[in-house]
């Protein structure tokens, strides 16, 4: 279905996450140290062979804190969801190699990965990733997304907040179709992550490491 690209970036032992230059234009978008977008990861065949493989899964309804989401999700490998885990179906895992191969990672080392099925209007709230979980490296399909971030704020911290100000979105990405994204390092520990409603139907696909 595709081929994993060729990781441009030497790998010495021990050292610091730092993923190949991303195939941007011009202007980069404004994020978080540790996230790095590619608007055009995927090529319009792979991707479409994705979309189409898809269509096939079998998803499962979502809830989160006892409210059912409007996406639908599929979860395979080692989930954190409360239900029997998946094995990686093969039409993944050259998908799983490709960003590996960008994330500086052993395919392998994705563990999990969750497909997600937006239907129009359908969101995500405020969230931080379940904490067993390290590096989250993912694509979208079929249409774009609005990603925005703010700087996460443990319980603990929010505590007796009543008086604190409103929290705002610090950082805004558009999630293009065929576009891939690793969130890593500062990004993936210290912001956490919402979607508001999307426009037209959409996948997305993520994997995730273990710490």
Known sequence: MMEPRECKCSRPARRAYQPSPPDMGLFEPNLPEGFFYRADFLGSGDASQLAWAIKSVSFDTFAMRGVVARRRVKFYGASYAARPSLPMPNFLLPLREQLAAWAEVAPGAFVMALINEYAVGATIGWHRDAPQYGITAGVSLLSPCRMKLRPYLSPKDLAGSARRPARKTTHEIELAP???????????????HSIPPTPALRYSITFRTLR
């Not at 690793?182 to 956490?192: F, K, L, P, Q, S």
Request: aromatic share 14%.
């Open 178 to 192: 065929r576009s891939g994204y690793v969130i890593t390092g500062r990004a993936r520990d210290g912001y956490e």
